[in-house]
C-alpha cells in the first residue's frame, strides 16, 4: 500500500508533546494522510505499461511485431500483430486506470473528511489529511476517530466514553474507555489549550489490544494502556463529546498497519500458462532452427542450381546467411502456435463468467436487495480450485442475534410444542406464538411458542418466578426508556440481552438501576431490590453471581454460569433434580444451543456481614487481589440450590450447517479465524456442524509459552499417531511419506480431529521454527478455530497455508479486520453485512449471506475452471493443427518460409473462423446441470487436482493437434500427387492444395469443437454452423471477380476457390482427411465411457436413467450431541463490568454495550488420485466418539 509518507527509520519509541507541532516536527512523523491507489497522471502509462509487459505473453508478442517490421525476413503483414496486441494492452489499461480511479475517490473521501483540531486555543475545522502528530481533536458522537487517540476527558463522569469497533476486530458491541484521572477534568478548552503533557510510548505496531506508554506533565508520571486509547476506525457512540490526543497518524495507526498490501491475484492457470509458453516459444525456436538448417542446407546442395530463376537478395551472399533469415522468417509464420487472440479470448471468457455470478438470482438476496458481485473478472476459473476456506465468524457464519429457545424448572422442560398426538411439531408446524399482551411492558419482538411456561407463571409456580426473578436480577445489563414503557436494553453481551427480555416478557421486566439497587416490576408490582455485591464474571470463573436484599430484608444469592462449572458448586440435596436438569443440557446442547445453569443461596445476615468484611480486605490487597477475591466468591458460591437451565440459540445464517457439510463433502476445509472467545467460537463449531461429538478428539491449545504451546501441539500429533497405529494404517503412511518433505504421517491419520487454538498460543505457533509444526497439526485436523486472533493474525495464517501447501485458498469475512486476510488469500469473498463495506471494497466477490458460497464455489467456480479447461485445451489443439502444417510444407518447399495458406486465412483463421465456437464453448459448457453439481460435491475435486489442464493435459493437445497436421497435409499432398480434374488435367497446384488444406482444417476444427461442446445452445449452434458458412462466403468472395477487379495485386487467384470445390476428388480428400482425424478421439473416448468413465460420467448417465423423474432433495436432520454441554452467556461475557456498575461511574449513561457473539462420501478414482498428488494438502477422516478435551 502507497502512502502519502516518505519511507522513515524504523522508530525505537514514539514522542509526542501536546499543542506543540514546531517540537513534533523535528521527528519526521508521517501526516494523516493516506494513499491506496497506484497511479498518478503522470506515471499511469510507462508504469502499467512496464506491468503490462512483465506478462510473458504480452513481450513475446512485442518481440514478434517487432521482426515483422523487417521486411528481409517478413512473410507477413504487421499489421496482424500490432493490431490486437494495442487493442489487449488498451482494455487492460482502461480497466486498471478505472480501477485505481475508485481508489483516489476512496482515499480524497477518507483524507478530506473534517475534524475540530485545536490550534493557538481555539477549535478550527480542518481535514484529516492535515492533522499531525501532537493535535488536540475533538470528537462528537457518532465521528469516525481520525487517528490514534490518547483520551484527554470526555462529556461522561470520570472520564468515560463509549465506542464502538467494528472497524477494527469485527466486534459491534460498544466497549469503554476511560481517561486517566489528571487530564479527565480538561474538559474546558481553555484548559486545554495550556496542556503542554509529553507523551513517550511505544513506536507504531499493529497490535490492537495493547498500548503502553507514559504521560509526563508537571513533573509527575502518568502509566497509559490501551484503556486509554481511541484507535482510528472506531466510532464515537453514546457520548456528546470528548477531547484527544493524536499518538499516530496516518499509516502509523494500528488500523493501517493492520492493512494487507494489495496484492496483484493471478490465477494457477495464468501461472501455468506463462510456463508454457516459455515451452511454446522453445519449440518454436527448434522448429526454427530445424528449417533454418534445412534451408541452408537445401540452398548449398540445390539452391545454387536455380540463382537464373531465384536469385538471393541483394543482402544474402551465402547459404548460411539466407539460413539465418529463414530462421527468423519461420518464427514469425509459426508464430500462431501462441496467438494473441488467446489473451484476448480468455478475458472475454471470465467476463463471461463474470456477468453470470452477477445475474445469478439465486445468489440475490431478496432482504438487503444485494446481488452477488464479481468484483474482478480474472480468478474466476481459480474458483473452482479451492481446498482452504477461511471464515471470519461474526457477521460470517452469524447473525450476531441470540434467542431464548429454551428452558428447564425444577426439572421439567419448556420450550418444544407437541401436536396432538404428541409428537414435536416442527418450525413451520408450529401454532400461533405465545400471547403476551397481558404485559404492556413486553418486547413485541420476542416470540416463543411454548403457552405452558406463561401459564406456569400465570399460576403463580414460585420455581418459575423464582427463575425468572433470577434473570431480572443477575446481569450487568443497563436500561433505557426514552418514553413511557417503551424499555431499551444495552447489553454488553447479546446472550445475556436475550435472557433480561425473556424475563421481561415473562413479567419479570427489570426496569431500572443505580449503584445501590435494581427495579424490577414482578408481575405488574414494582420491587426495588437493594444490590449488595456484583460477583463479576471472569474466563476463569465462568459464572457472575449477585447479592440482593429483597424488601422483606432477606439475603439472597443469584448466580448463572456455565453448566460444567456450577453443577460441581450445588447443595447435595439437588441430586435428583441435577440429574433431571443435566437430561435436559445435554438434550439442548445436542440441538446446538448454548447452555447455562442457574442457582441460588440465601445467606444470613451475620454470615453476610462477616464475608463482605473479607470481601472488602481482599479487594483492598495490594498484591495477588485476583486470588484473594477468587478465593473469597469461591466460599460463598457454593451449596448452592439449583433452578434450573436455559438455552439460547445463537442465530446462525440460514444454510450455515449445510453449506459447510457440502463443502466438506467436496474435501474443502474451512478454518475459523475470529476475534471472539474460544467458547463463543467452538459454540458456533458445534452449531454449524464444523465441529461434532463424533470427532475422534478436539484439541484445545491454550499456551502462554513457546514451550507451552510446542509440547500441545507435540501431544495432539502424537495422539494422532497413537490413534492411527491403534487401527492398523501402515500403508497409507508409507504411501504418503513418500509424497514430500512436509507431508508427514499425519497427513493419513485415521479418525477426525479438530484444533482450536487462542491468539496468544497462535503468535508463538506462527513464528518461523514452528509453523512447520503447527501447519502440519492443523492440516491433518478436518477442522481448525483460531480464536482471539488479531486482523494481521488472520493474514499470516492463510500466508503460512500458501506458503508451504501450494493450494488454493479463500478467504470470507464481513468486517474491516477481515481485510488482510481477504488480500492475502488467492480468493477474497467479502460478504455485505452489518459492519460496513471495507472487506466488500477488499473482496474479489461480494455477497450477502454465507451460504450463496457453496452456489460460487460448487457452481460457478466449477464451470467456469471446466470451461477455461476445455477452451485451453481445445485453442491449443487447433492452433497447433493450423501451424504445423508450415512445419510440414518447409520440406517440400525448399525450407523458403512460404506459407501453406494465403496471408487472409492466417489473419481471420483465429480472428473470425474458430473465434466464436471456442467462446461460445468457454462461456456455456457444462458437464452436468447445477442440481447435480450442489448434489454430487465430489465432482468439484477434479479442480483441486488440477486434472483438466496441467502439463500432462497440454502435451496431450499439442500431440493430437501436430498428428491432425501431418494428416491434414499429407493426405491431400498424396491425393494431389496423382489426382486429375474432371477434365483429365493436373489437379495439383499450390492455391488448390492451399484451398483443399484449409476447408479440411476449418471442418475438422469444427467437428472437433462439436465432440468437446458439452451443453449445446442455439448460440452454440450458430456460432458452429455459422462460422463454417463464414468461411466458404469469405473463401469464394476473395476468389471472385469483384475483388480482383478492385484489387488485382492481392487477389490474383480468380475463381480458385470455385473451381477445387467444385472437384469431387476434392470434397473426397476433405472427408477422408476428416474421418482419419476425428475417428480416433470418438474411439477413445467410446471406450474410456464405457471402461473408466468419470464421476461427471456417471451422473450424467444418471441423470439420463432418471430423466423423467423429479430431483429428490435432500434434508440435512440435525444430529443429536451428548457429553459436550457448553455455556453461552459466561463465554461472551466481560470482566470487569459488575465493578463500573456498582462504582456508579456510568449511571448518567443512556446506554452502554452490545457485545458481539456471537458424510463423508468418497469416490475411489479421485481418491487413488489424490494419493498421488505430491502436494496435497488434504486428510482422510474418520469418526469415533470421544469428549472434547482441552
Given at each position: 500500500?502507497?502512502?502519502?509518507?516518505?519511507?522513515r527509520?524504523?522508530?525505537?519509541?514514539?514522542?509526542?508533546?501536546?499543542n506543540?507541532?514546531?517540537?513534533?516536527?523535528?521527528f519526521?512523523?508521517?501526516?494523516?494522510?493516506?494513499?491506496?491507489?497506484?497511479?498518478?497522471?503522470?506515471?499511469f502509462?510507462?508504469?502499467?505499461?512496464?506491468?503490462?509487459?512483465?506478462?510473458v505473453?504480452?513481450?513475446?508478442f512485442l518481440f514478434l511485431?517487432?521482426?515483422?517490421?523487417?521486411p528481409q525476413?517478413?512473410?507477413?503483414?504487421?499489421?496482424?500483430?500490432?493490431v490486437?496486441?494495442?487493442?489487449v494492452?488498451?482494455?487492460t489499461?482502461?480497466?486498471?486506470?478505472?480501477?485505481?480511479?475508485?481508489?483516489?475517490?476512496?482515499?480524497?473521501?477518507?483524507?478530506?473528511?473534517q475534524?475540530?483540531?485545536?490550534?493557538n486555543?481555539i477549535?478550527?475545522?480542518?481535514?484529516?489529511?492535515?492533522?499531525?502528530?501532537?493535535?488536540i481533536?475533538?470528537?462528537?458522537?457518532?465521528?469516525?476517530?481520525?487517528?490514534?487517540?490518547?483520551?484527554?476527558?470526555?462529556?461522561?463522569?470520570?472520564?468515560?466514553?463509549?465506542i464502538?469497533?467494528?472497524?477494527?476486530?469485527?466486534?459491534t458491541?460498544?466497549?469503554?474507555?476511560?481517561?486517566?484521572?489528571v487530564?479527565?477534568?480538561?474538559?474546558?478548552?481553555?484548559?486545554?489549550?495550556?496542556?503542554?503533557?509529553?507523551?513517550?510510548?511505544?513506536p507504531?505496531?499493529?497490535?490492537?489490544?495493547?498500548?503502553?506508554?507514559t504521560?509526563?506533565?508537571?513533573?509527575?508520571?502518568?502509566?497509559?494502556?490501551?484503556?486509554?486509547?481511541?484507535?482510528?476506525?472506531?466510532v464515537l457512540?453514546?457520548?456528546?463529546?470528548?477531547?484527544?490526543?493524536?499518538?499516530?497518524?496516518?499509516?502509523?495507526t494500528?488500523?493501517m498497519?493492520?492493512?494487507?498490501?494489495t496484492?496483484?491475484?493471478?490465477?494457477?492457470?495464468?501461472r501455468?500458462m506463462?510456463?508454457?509458453?516459455?515451452?511454446?516459444?522453445?519449440?518454436?525456436?527448434?522448429m526454427?532452427?530445424?528449417?533454418?538448417?534445412?534451408?541452408?542446407i537445401?540452398e548449398?546442395?540445390?539452391?545454387?542450381?536455380f540463382?537464373?530463376y531465384?536469385?538471393?537478395?541483394e543482402?544474402?551472399?551465402?547459404?548460411f546467411?539466407?539460413?539465418?533469415?529463414?530462421?527468423?522468417?519461420?518464427?514469425?509464420?509459426l508464430?500462431?502456435?501462441v496467438?494473441?487472440?488467446?489473451?484476448?479470448?480468455?478475458?472475454?471468457i471470465?467476463?463471461?463468467h463474470?456477468?453470470f455470478?452477477?445475474?445469478?438470482?439465486?445468489?440475490?438476496?431478496?432482504?438487503?436487495?444485494?446481488?452477488?458481485?464479481?468484483r474482478?473478472?480474472?480468478?474466476?476459473?481459480e474458483?473452482?480450485?479451492?481446498?482452504?476456506?477461511?471464515?471470519?465468524?461474526t457477521g460470517?457464519?452469524?447473525?450476531?442475534?441470540m434467542?431464548f429457545n429454551?428452558c428447564?424448572?425444577?426439572?421439567?422442560?419448556?420450550?418444544?410444542?407437541?401436536?396432538?398426538?404428541?409428537?414435536?411439531?416442527?418450525?413451520?408446524?408450529?401454532?400461533?406464538?405465545?400471547?403476551?399482551?397481558?404485559?404492556?411492558?413486553?418486547?413485541?419482538?420476542?416470540?416463543?411458542?411454548?403457552?405452558?411456561l406463561?401459564?406456569?407463571?400465570?399460576?403463580?409456580?414460585?420455581?418459575?418466578h423464582?427463575?425468572?426473578?433470577?434473570?431480572?436480577l443477575?446481569?450487568?445489563v443497563?436500561?433505557?426508556?426514552k418514553?413511557?414503557?417503551e424499555?431499551?436494553?444495552?447489553?454488553q453481551?447479546?446472550?445475556?440481552?436475550?435472557?433480561?427480555?425473556?424475563?421481561?416478557?415473562?413479567?419479570?421486566?427489570?426496569?431500572?438501576?443505580t449503584?445501590k439497587?435494581?427495579?424490577?416490576?414482578?408481575m405488574?408490582?414494582?420491587?426495588?431490590?437493594?444490590?449488595?455485591?456484583?460477583?463479576?464474571?471472569n474466563?476463569?470463573?465462568?459464572?457472575?453471581?449477585?447479592?440482593?436484599r429483597?424488601p422483606?430484608?432477606?439475603?439472597?444469592?443469584?448466580?448463572?454460569?456455565?453448566?460444567?462449572?456450577?453443577?460441581?458448586?450445588?447443595?447435595?440435596?439437588?441430586?435428583e433434580?441435577?440429574?433431571?436438569?443435566?437430561?435436559?443440557?445435554?438434550?439442548?446442547?445436542g440441538?446446538?444451543?448454548?447452555?447455562?445453569?442457574?442457582?441460588?443461596?440465601?445467606?444470613?445476615?451475620?454470615?453476610?456481614?462477616?464475608?463482605?468484611?473479607?470481601?472488602?480486605?481482599?479487594?483492598?490487597a495490594q498484591?495477588?487481589?485476583?486470588?484473594?477475591?477468587?478465593?473469597?466468591?469461591e466460599?460463598?458460591?457454593?451449596?448452592m440450590?439449583?433452578?434450573?437451565?436455559?438455552?439460547?440459540?445463537?442465530?446462525?445464517?440460514q444454510?450455515?450447517p449445510?453449506?459447510?457439510a457440502?463443502?466438506t463433502?467436496?474435501?474443502?476445509?474451512?478454518?475459523v479465524?475470529?476475534?471472539?472467545k474460544?467458547?463463543?467460537?467452538?459454540?458456533?463449531?458445534?452449531?454449524?456442524?464444523?465441529?461434532?461429538?463424533?470427532?475422534?478428539?478436539?484439541?484445545?491449545?491454550t499456551?502462554?509459552?513457546?514451550?507451552e504451546v510446542?509440547?500441545?501441539?507435540?501431544?495432539?500429533?502424537?495422539?494422532?499417531?497413537?490413534?492411527?497405529?491403534?487401527?492398523?494404517?501402515?500403508?497409507?503412511?508409507?504411501?504418503?511419506?513418500?509424497?514430500?518433505?512436509?507431508?508427514?504421517?499425519?497427513?493419513?491419520?485415521a479418525?477426525?480431529?479438530?484444533l482450536?487454538?487462542?491468539?496468544?498460543?497462535?503468535?508463538?505457533?506462527?513464528?518461523?521454527?514452528?509453523?512447520?509444526?503447527?501447519?502440519?497439526?492443523?492440516?491433518?485436523?478436518?477442522a481448525?478455530?483460531c480464536?482471539?486472533?488479531?486482523p494481521?493474525q488472520?493474514?499470516?495464517?492463510?500466508?503460512?497455508?500458501?506458503?508451504?501447501?501450494?493450494a488454493v485458498t479463500?478467504?470470507?469475512?464481513?468486517?474491516?479486520?477481515d481485510?488482510?486476510?481477504i488480500?492475502?488469500?488467492h480468493?477474497?469473498?467479502?460478504?455485505?453485512?452489518?459492519e460496513?463495506?471495507q472487506?466488500?471494497?477488499?473482496?474479489?466477490y461480494?455477497?450477502?449471506?454465507?451460504?450463496?458460497?457453496q452456489?460460487l464455489?460448487?457452481?460457478?467456480?466449477?464451470?467456469?475452471?471446466?470451461?477455461?479447461c476445455?477452451f485451453?485445451?481445445?485453442?491449443?489443439?487447433?492452433?497447433?493443427?493450423?501451424?504445423?502444417?508450415?512445419?510440414?510444407?518447409?520440406?517440400?518447399?525448399?525450407?523458403?518460409?512460404?506459407?501453406?495458406?494465403?496471408q487472409?486465412?492466417?489473419?481471420?483463421y483465429?480472428?473470425?473462423y474458430?473465434?466464436?465456437?471456442?467462446?461460445?464453448?468457454?462461456?456455456f459448457?457444462?458437464?452436468?446441470?447445477?442440481?447435480?453439481?450442489?448434489?454430487y460435491p465430489?465432482?468439484?475435486?477434479?479442480?483441486?487436482?488440477?486434472?483438466?489442464?496441467?502439463?500432462?493435459?497440454?502435451?496431450?493437445?499439442?500431440a493430437?493437434?501436430?498428428?491432425?497436421?501431418?494428416?491434414?497435409?499429407?493426405?491431400?499432398?498424396?491425393?494431389?500427387a496423382?489426382a486429375?480434374?474432371?477434365?483429365?488435367?493436373?489437379?495439383?497446384?499450390y492455391?488448390s492444395?492451399?484451398?483443399?488444406?484449409?476447408?479440411?482444417?476449418?471442418?475438422?476444427?469444427?467437428?472437433?469443437?462439436?465432440?468437446?461442446?458439452?451443453?449445446?445452445?442455439?448460440?452454440?449452434h450458430f456460432?458452429?454452423?455459422?462460422?463454417?458458412?463464414?468461411?466458404?462466403?469469405?473463401l469464394?468472395?476473395?476468389h471472385?471477380?469483384?475483388?480482383?477487379?478492385?484489387?488485382?495485386?492481392?487477389?490474383?487467384?480468380?475463381?480458385?476457390a470455385?473451381?477445387?470445390?467444385?472437384?469431387?476428388?476434392?470434397?473426397?480428400t476433405?472427408?477422408l482427411?476428416?474421418?482419419?482425424?476425428?475417428?480416433?478421439?470418438?474411439a477413445?473416448?467410446?471406450?474410456?465411457?464405457?471402461?473408466?468413465?468419470?464421476?461427471?460420467d456417471t451422473?450424467?448417465?444418471?441423470?439420463?436413467?432418471?430423466?423423467?423423474?423429479?430431483?429428490?432433495?435432500?434434508?440435512?436432520?440435525?444430529?443429536?450431541?451428548?457429553?459436550s454441554?457448553?455455556?453461552?452467556?459466561a463465554?461472551?461475557?466481560?470482566?470487569?463490568f459488575?465493578?463500573l456498575?456498582?462504582?456508579?461511574?456510568?449511571m448518567?449513561?443512556?446506554?452502554l454495550?452490545?457485545?458481539?457473539?456471537?458424510?463423508?462420501?468418497?469416490?475411489?478414482?479421485?481418491?487413488?488420485?489424490?494419493r498421488?498428488?505430491?502436494?496435497?494438502?488434504s486428510s482422510?477422516?474418520?469418526g469415533?466418539?470421544?469428549?472434547?478435551?482441552?
Amino acid at each position: 500500500m502507497a502512502l502519502c509518507a516518505k519511507k522513515r527509520p524504523p522508530e525505537e519509541e514514539r514522542r509526542a508533546r501536546a499543542n506543540d507541532r514546531e517540537y513534533n516536527e523535528r521527528f519526521q512523523y508521517a501526516s494523516n494522510c493516506i494513499k491506496t491507489s497506484k497511479y498518478n497522471i503522470l506515471t499511469f502509462l510507462p508504469v502499467n505499461l512496464f506491468e503490462q509487459f512483465q506478462e510473458v505473453a504480452n513481450t513475446y508478442f512485442l518481440f514478434l511485431l517487432i521482426l515483422q517490421l523487417i521486411p528481409q525476413i517478413s512473410s507477413l503483414s504487421w499489421f496482424t500483430t500490432i493490431v490486437p496486441l494495442v487493442l489487449v494492452l488498451t482494455i487492460t489499461a482502461v480497466k486498471d486506470a478505472t480501477d485505481d480511479y475508485f481508489r483516489h475517490k476512496s482515499d480524497n473521501q477518507v483524507n478530506n473528511r473534517q475534524s475540530q483540531v485545536l490550534i493557538n486555543g481555539i477549535l478550527q475545522q480542518e481535514q484529516w489529511m492535515n492533522v499531525c502528530v501532537g493535535d488536540i481533536i475533538k470528537l462528537e458522537n457518532n465521528q469516525f476517530v481520525a487517528a490514534d487517540l490518547l483520551l484527554l476527558s470526555s462529556s461522561e463522569p470520570h472520564g468515560l466514553c463509549y465506542i464502538e469497533t467494528a472497524e477494527l476486530d469485527g466486534e459491534t458491541n460498544m466497549k469503554v474507555r476511560q481517561a486517566i484521572p489528571v487530564t479527565s477534568e480538561l474538559g474546558d478548552i481553555s484548559k486545554l489549550a495550556k496542556f503542554d503533557g509529553e507523551v513517550i510510548c511505544e513506536p507504531p505496531n499493529n497490535k490492537l489490544d495493547k498500548f503502553s506508554g507514559t504521560l509526563y506533565w508537571k513533573e509527575n508520571k502518568f502509566p497509559l494502556s490501551n484503556q486509554n486509547m481511541l484507535l482510528r476506525g472506531c466510532v464515537l457512540r453514546n457520548t456528546e463529546w470528548c477531547f484527544g490526543l493524536v499518538i499516530f497518524a496516518g499509516p502509523d495507526t494500528k488500523l493501517m498497519q493492520n492493512s494487507g498490501r494489495t496484492k496483484f491475484k493471478r490465477t494457477s492457470i495464468d501461472r501455468l500458462m506463462n510456463t508454457l509458453v516459455l515451452w511454446i516459444f522453445g519449440f518454436l525456436v527448434c522448429m526454427g532452427v530445424i528449417l533454418a538448417i534445412g534451408n541452408a542446407i537445401w540452398e548449398h546442395e540445390v539452391g545454387t542450381r536455380f540463382q537464373v530463376y531465384l536469385p538471393w537478395d541483394e543482402a544474402v551472399d551465402s547459404a548460411f546467411f539466407s539460413g539465418f533469415l529463414s530462421f527468423w522468417s519461420y518464427i514469425i509464420i509459426l508464430n500462431t502456435v501462441v496467438p494473441i487472440s488467446l489473451y484476448v479470448s480468455v478475458e472475454v471468457i471470465r467476463l463471461g463468467h463474470s456477468y453470470f455470478i452477477n445475474w445469478d438470482k439465486k445468489m440475490f438476496c431478496m432482504k438487503k436487495r444485494t446481488p452477488a458481485e464479481a468484483r474482478t473478472t480474472t480468478l474466476n476459473e481459480e474458483l473452482g480450485q479451492v481446498e482452504y476456506i477461511f471464515s471470519d465468524k461474526t457477521g460470517t457464519l452469524t447473525q450476531n442475534i441470540m434467542v431464548f429457545n429454551k428452558c428447564s424448572i425444577n426439572g421439567r422442560s419448556y420450550g418444544d410444542v407437541f401436536d396432538v398426538l404428541g409428537h414435536k411439531a416442527e418450525l413451520g408446524e408450529r401454532p400461533e406464538p405465545v400471547n403476551f399482551s397481558f404485559n404492556p411492558l413486553a418486547d413485541k419482538k420476542f416470540l416463543f411458542w411454548d403457552p405452558t411456561l406463561l401459564e406456569a407463571v400465570k399460576m403463580g409456580d414460585p420455581h418459575t418466578h423464582e427463575f425468572f426473578r433470577l434473570l431480572s436480577l443477575c446481569h450487568t445489563v443497563m436500561s433505557e426508556e426514552k418514553n413511557e414503557g417503551e424499555l431499551y436494553y444495552k447489553a454488553q453481551s447479546p446472550d445475556e440481552g436475550a435472557l433480561v427480555t425473556a424475563a421481561r416478557n415473562f413479567g419479570f421486566v427489570f426496569r431500572s438501576r443505580t449503584p445501590k439497587t435494581i427495579t424490577v416490576h414482578e408481575m405488574g408490582t414494582a420491587i426495588t431490590y437493594q444490590l449488595l455485591a456484583i460477583l463479576d464474571f471472569n474466563n476463569i470463573r465462568k459464572r457472575m453471581s449477585v447479592i440482593v436484599r429483597n424488601p422483606e430484608g432477606k439475603i439472597r444469592l443469584y448466580c448463572k454460569g456455565a453448566d460444567t462449572i456450577l453443577l460441581d458448586r450445588l447443595h447435595h440435596s439437588t441430586q435428583e433434580l441435577l440429574n433431571t436438569t443435566a437430561d435436559h443440557l445435554n438434550e439442548y446442547a445436542g440441538e446446538g444451543l448454548r447452555t447455562l445453569v442457574l442457582a441460588y443461596k440465601d445467606l444470613d445476615e451475620d454470615y453476610y456481614e462477616e464475608w463482605a468484611e473479607r470481601r472488602l480486605q481482599a479487594s483492598l490487597a495490594q498484591d495477588s487481589r485476583e486470588d484473594r477475591l477468587a478465593s473469597i466468591y469461591e466460599e460463598v458460591e457454593s451449596d448452592m440450590m439449583l433452578l434450573g437451565a436455559t438455552a439460547i440459540e445463537d442465530k446462525l445464517q440460514q444454510g450455515v450447517p449445510e453449506t459447510i457439510a457440502l463443502l466438506t463433502l467436496a474435501n474443502i476445509k474451512i478454518w475459523v479465524l475470529t476475534g471472539d472467545k474460544q467458547e463463543t467460537a467452538v459454540n458456533i463449531g458445534y452449531s454449524c456442524k464444523m465441529l461434532t461429538d463424533d470427532m475422534t478428539e478436539v484439541f484445545i491449545v491454550t499456551g502462554h509459552t513457546v514451550l507451552e504451546v510446542r509440547e500441545e501441539l507435540r501431544k495432539a500429533r502424537e495422539k494422532m499417531m497413537d490413534s492411527s497405529r491403534t487401527v492398523g494404517n501402515g500403508f497409507t503412511y508409507q504411501e504418503k511419506l513418500s509424497s514430500s518433505k512436509l507431508t508427514s504421517v499425519l497427513e493419513a491419520v485415521a479418525g477426525e480431529y479438530a484444533l482450536v487454538i487462542n491468539g496468544h498460543s497462535l503468535a508463538h505457533a506462527l513464528e518461523a521454527d514452528m509453523e512447520l509444526e503447527f501447519l502440519e497439526t492443523a492440516c491433518a485436523c478436518k477442522a481448525v478455530i483460531c480464536c482471539r486472533v488479531t486482523p494481521l493474525q488472520k493474514a499470516q495464517v492463510v500466508e503460512l497455508v500458501k506458503k508451504y501447501k501450494k493450494a488454493v485458498t479463500l478467504a470470507i469475512g464481513d468486517g474491516a479486520n477481515d481485510v488482510s486476510m481477504i488480500k492475502t488469500a488467492h480468493i477474497g469473498v467479502g460478504i455485505s453485512g452489518q459492519e460496513g463495506i471495507q472487506a466488500v471494497l477488499a473482496s474479489d466477490y461480494s455477497f450477502s449471506q454465507f451460504k450463496f458460497l457453496q452456489r460460487l464455489l460448487l457452481v460457478h467456480g466449477r464451470w467456469s475452471y471446466l470451461r477455461m479447461c476445455k477452451f485451453l485445451c481445445y485453442f491449443f489443439y487447433k492452433n497447433f493443427a493450423f501451424t504445423m502444417v508450415h512445419f510440414w510444407f518447409g520440406f517440400f518447399c525448399g525450407f523458403s518460409a512460404q506459407t501453406v495458406y494465403d496471408q487472409y486465412f492466417i489473419t481471420l483463421y483465429n480472428i473470425v473462423y474458430t473465434s466464436l465456437p471456442v467462446l461460445a464453448m468457454g462461456v456455456f459448457d457444462q458437464d452436468v446441470p447445477e442440481q447435480r453439481s450442489m448434489e454430487y460435491p465430489k465432482l468439484y475435486e477434479p479442480g483441486q487436482l488440477n486434472l483438466l489442464f496441467n502439463k500432462r493435459e497440454f502435451f496431450i493437445c499439442i500431440a493430437q493437434g501436430i498428428y491432425t497436421s501431418v494428416l491434414m497435409f499429407f493426405i491431400p499432398y498424396g491425393v494431389f500427387a496423382e489426382a486429375t480434374r474432371d477434365d483429365g488435367t493436373q489437379l495439383a497446384d499450390y492455391q488448390s492444395f492451399a484451398v483443399t488444406v484449409a476447408t479440411s482444417l476449418v471442418i475438422v476444427v469444427s467437428v472437433q469443437i462439436g465432440l468437446d461442446t458439452g451443453y449445446w445452445t442455439a448460440i452454440n449452434h450458430f456460432f458452429i454452423w455459422g462460422s463454417l458458412a463464414v468461411y466458404f462466403a469469405i473463401l469464394f468472395a476473395m476468389h471472385s471477380n469483384g475483388l480482383f477487379d478492385m484489387f488485382p495485386n492481392q487477389f490474383r487467384f480468380v475463381g480458385n476457390a470455385q473451381n477445387t470445390l467444385a472437384q469431387p476428388t476434392v470434397w473426397l480428400t476433405i472427408v477422408l482427411t476428416t474421418v482419419v482425424c476425428i475417428m480416433p478421439v470418438v474411439a477413445f473416448r467410446f471406450l474410456k465411457l464405457n471402461l473408466k468413465p468419470d464421476l461427471s460420467d456417471t451422473v450424467r448417465y444418471t441423470q439420463l436413467v432418471r430423466k423423467k423423474q423429479k430431483a429428490q432433495h435432500r434434508c440435512m436432520r440435525r444430529v443429536g450431541r451428548t457429553g459436550s454441554r457448553r455455556s453461552g452467556y459466561a463465554f461472551s461475557h466481560q470482566e470487569g463490568f459488575g465493578e463500573l456498575i456498582m462504582s456508579g461511574k456510568n449511571m448518567r449513561l443512556s446506554s452502554l454495550a452490545l457485545s458481539g457473539f456471537t458424510t463423508r462420501s468418497s469416490s475411489s478414482w479421485i481418491e487413488s488420485l489424490r494419493r498421488k498428488k505430491s502436494d496435497s494438502a488434504s486428510s482422510p477422516s474418520g469418526g469415533a466418539d470421544k469428549p472434547l478435551k482441552g
